[in-house]
């Protein structure tokens, strides 16, 4: 069985060489790919409004779900295909926006330049490759008008620093989030360690050493607090981290390098092929975006109208391309394999994402307490010891105008 997991290990190694942590959500520093060339879009790609139509008659009281609601289950905001319509600006207006990761999380993005409908705002599209961390500044100076990341340490800190950058938009959560008996992303951890791998006790990983690509200034580090908390364990004091290449965590694993680590897709199939050597511990949150795009000045002075019609246009991809078990649609699955430079067979060997656009009440908060509370591990994340309100780090309003709340 080594043998053959050692060699679909090669493989997949191969098909993410480029991820770091965090793929569900965040920005790190990764070297990105130049953007694919547009393959056609599908035929049923939606037409610019017809004059005298409104844009948003496709978003109705679906298209907005209450941010408090965390359930299980729960609906995610959608508009009936092909809304909210395009309303294309008076002036061609480009939007730069960064991202450390040309991966499937940002399909909503890529399909929406691939498939022209950016096109259809009177947008320029311009793809910088620059990791989150490295932005975030530059979107508070307006440089670069949106960013791609995650919760990040990064983010409060630059608002600690007196910039003016918010969370305007989320990205997705997986499908069984907070189901550890489905394999998914999340903490995986050897099988040994647990006097009851079949019912794994959180508290017997005390004294043991988790793989992270980033550290502690991960958003990661929020659903990983949280899991621990009820046990007593405070990650970097009680568990220790070490920075691994998410490329080499499972290899670490193997080798009781690190006896749990947050595992990507597609990694931890390799891992689910082993239930008695390694057993997922605790997954994202579920029904909770912990990334998505944050803007500066420019999306909210400038070039709002811009930033606006941007989000009407990923939000249009989402509603058209990406909802449901959108890997059951070839076209769809080759357009996102041509972006991203994969396999077609990689990505539809993993489960479908459940995109929202939308942020859920509170996500904020819980992840600045979390980064607060790795104070005394020694290793300080933030500056600052209480949370920033929700208004001074969040914004909605880019995402409820482009669905005609606004």
């Given at each position: 069985?080594?043998?053959?997991?050692?060699?679909?290990?090669?493989?997949?190694?191969?098909a993410v060489l480029a991820?770091?942590?965090?793929?569900a959500s965040c920005g790190?520093?990764?070297?990105?790919?130049?953007?694919?060339?547009?393959?056609?879009?599908?035929?049923?790609?939606?037409?610019?409004?017809?004059?005298?139509?409104?844009?948003?008659?496709?978003?109705?009281?679906?298209?907005?779900?209450?941010?408090?609601?965390?359930?299980?289950?729960?609906?995610?905001?959608?508009?009936?295909?092909?809304?909210?319509?395009?309303?294309?600006?008076?002036?061609?207006?480009?939007?730069?926006?960064?991202?450390?990761?040309?991966?499937?999380?940002?399909?909503?993005?890529?399909?929406?330049?691939?498939?022209?409908?950016?096109?259809?705002?009177?947008?320029?599209?311009?793809?910088?490759?620059?990791?989150?961390?490295?932005?975030?500044?530059?979107?508070?100076?307006?440089?670069?008008?949106?960013?791609?990341?995650?919760?990040?340490?990064?983010?409060?800190?630059?608002?600690?620093?007196?910039?003016?950058?918010?969370?305007?938009?989320?990205?997705?959560?997986?499908?069984?989030?907070?189901?550890?008996?489905?394999?998914?992303?999340?903490?995986?951890?050897?099988?040994?360690?647990?006097?009851?791998?079949?019912?794994?006790?959180?508290?017997?990983?005390?004294?043991?050493?988790?793989?992270?690509?980033?550290?502690?200034?991960?958003?990661?580090?929020?659903?990983?607090?949280?899991?621990?908390?009820?046990?007593?364990?405070?990650?970097?004091?009680?568990?220790?981290?070490?920075?691994?290449?998410?490329?080499?965590?499972?290899?670490?694993?193997?080798?009781?390098?690190?006896?749990?680590?947050?595992?990507?897709?597609?990694?931890?199939?390799?891992?689910?092929?082993?239930?008695?050597?390694?057993?997922?511990?605790?997954?994202?949150?579920?029904?909770?975006?912990?990334?998505?795009?944050?803007?500066?000045?420019?999306?909210?002075?400038?070039?709002?109208?811009?930033?606006?019609?941007?989000?009407?246009?990923?939000?249009?991809?989402?509603?058209?391309?990406?909802?449901?078990?959108?890997?059951?649609?070839?076209?769809?699955?080759?357009?996102?394999?041509?972006?991203?430079?994969?396999?077609?067979?990689?990505?539809?060997?993993?489960?479908?994402?459940?995109?929202?656009?939308?942020?859920?009440?509170?996500?904020?908060?819980?992840?600045?307490?979390?980064?607060?509370?790795?104070?005394?591990?020694?290793?300080?994340?933030?500056?600052?010891?209480?949370?920033?309100?929700?208004?001074?780090?969040?914004?909605?309003?880019?995402?409820?105008?482009?669905?005609?709340?606004?």
């Amino acid at each position: 069985m080594r043998i053959r997991k050692r060699l679909k290990l090669l493989a997949l190694l191969g098909a993410v060489l480029a991820i770091a942590l965090v793929a569900a959500s965040c920005g790190d520093d990764d070297d990105t790919p130049s953007v694919a060339p547009a393959p056609e879009a599908p035929a049923e790609a939606p037409a610019p409004a017809p004059a005298g139509e409104d844009p948003f008659a496709g978003c109705g009281a679906g298209a907005v779900i209450d941010p408090s609601d965390l359930s299980v289950g729960r609906p995610v905001a959608r508009c009936e295909p092909g809304y909210p319509l395009p309303i294309p600006l008076a002036e061609r207006t480009t939007i730069n926006m960064s991202s450390g990761f040309k991966l499937e999380f940002i399909a909503p993005i890529l399909l929406a330049e691939a498939f022209g409908e950016f096109e259809k705002e009177n947008i320029d599209f311009n793809f910088i490759s620059l990791g989150f961390s490295d932005a975030v500044s530059q979107v508070g100076t307006g440089d670069i008008d949106l960013a791609v990341g995650g919760t990040e340490a990064s983010l409060f800190n630059a608002v600690d620093n007196g910039f003016d950058v918010r969370w305007v938009s989320g990205n997705f959560f997986p499908p069984d989030a907070g189901d550890r008996t489905i394999a998914q992303t999340g903490v995986w951890a050897r099988a040994d360690v647990f006097s009851d791998p079949s019912n794994p006790d959180i508290a017997e990983l005390e004294g043991t050493t988790m793989a992270s690509a980033v550290g502690l200034s991960s958003v990661i580090a929020y659903p990983i607090a949280q899991a621990f908390r009820p046990a007593g364990l405070v990650l970097g004091v009680d568990v220790a981290i070490e920075r691994i290449p998410s490329t080499d965590m499972v290899l670490a694993l193997e080798n009781n390098a690190v006896q749990s680590a947050w595992v990507l897709d597609p990694l931890w199939s390799v891992l689910a092929d082993a239930p008695d050597e390694y057993v997922l511990v605790t997954t994202q949150p579920p029904g909770e975006p912990i990334g998505g795009l944050y803007g500066g000045p420019s999306c909210f002075e400038a070039k709002r109208d811009a930033c606006v019609a941007f989000h009407r246009a990923i939000i249009r991809t989402i509603n058209t391309y990406l909802t449901g078990d959108y890997h059951q649609d070839e076209d769809v699955v080759a357009a996102i394999a041509e972006a991203i430079e994969r396999d077609p067979e990689q990505i539809a060997a993993t489960p479908s994402l459940l995109f929202d656009w939308e942020i859920r009440e509170g996500s904020a908060t819980r992840a600045q307490e979390a980064f607060i509370s790795f104070t005394a591990s020694g290793e300080t994340v933030v500056e600052f010891d209480e949370p920033f309100p929700e208004d001074q780090v969040v914004d909605r309003s880019l995402y409820l105008e482009a669905i005609g709340r606004g």
